[in-house]
Nanobody, 116 residues
Framework: QVQLVESGGGLVQPGGSLRLSCAGS????????MTWYRQAPGKQRELVAA???????KYADSVKGRFTISREDAKNLLHLQMSNLKPEDTAVYYC??????????WGQGTQVIVSS
């Protein structure tokens, strides 16, 4: 059974930092492209950051320079280090695993609220 479990969300003040993690099981984690998405209330889900199985990374323009995606394949972990958080970063953050455009899995999401 494939599971992706996000953790690390919470309430943070503007300018603060959070580190999200996604623990994967039931898949050959190192073979999967991993992506963080987010969905704010009333908005469509959007890509935040992605990292390929080879380590290539890409970011949404809105988070470049503030967020860093990384992976620890030996531990089946994906991370998203978020700094200088803004109220507009408030959303549910989801972990996504994709392989060969054939297999795709989602986590249940973790809430991030940026507010003073």
């Amino acid at each position: 059974q494939v599971q992706l479990v996000e953790s690390g969300g919470g309430l943070v003040q503007p300018g603060g930092s959070l580190r999200l993690s996604c623990a994967g099981s039931g898949i050959t984690f190192s073979s999967y492209a991993m992506t963080w998405y987010r969905q704010a209330p009333g908005k469509q889900r959007e890509l935040v950051a992605a990292i390929s199985s080879h380590g290539s990374m890409k970011y949404a323009d809105s988070v470049k320079g503030r967020f860093t995606i990384s992976r620890e394949d030996a531990k089946n972990l994906l991370h998203l280090q978020m700094s200088n958080l803004k109220p507009e970063d408030t959303a549910v953050y989801y972990c996504n695993a994709e392989f060969a455009r054939t297999y795709e899995y989602w986590g249940q999401g973790t809430q991030v609220i940026v507010s003073s």
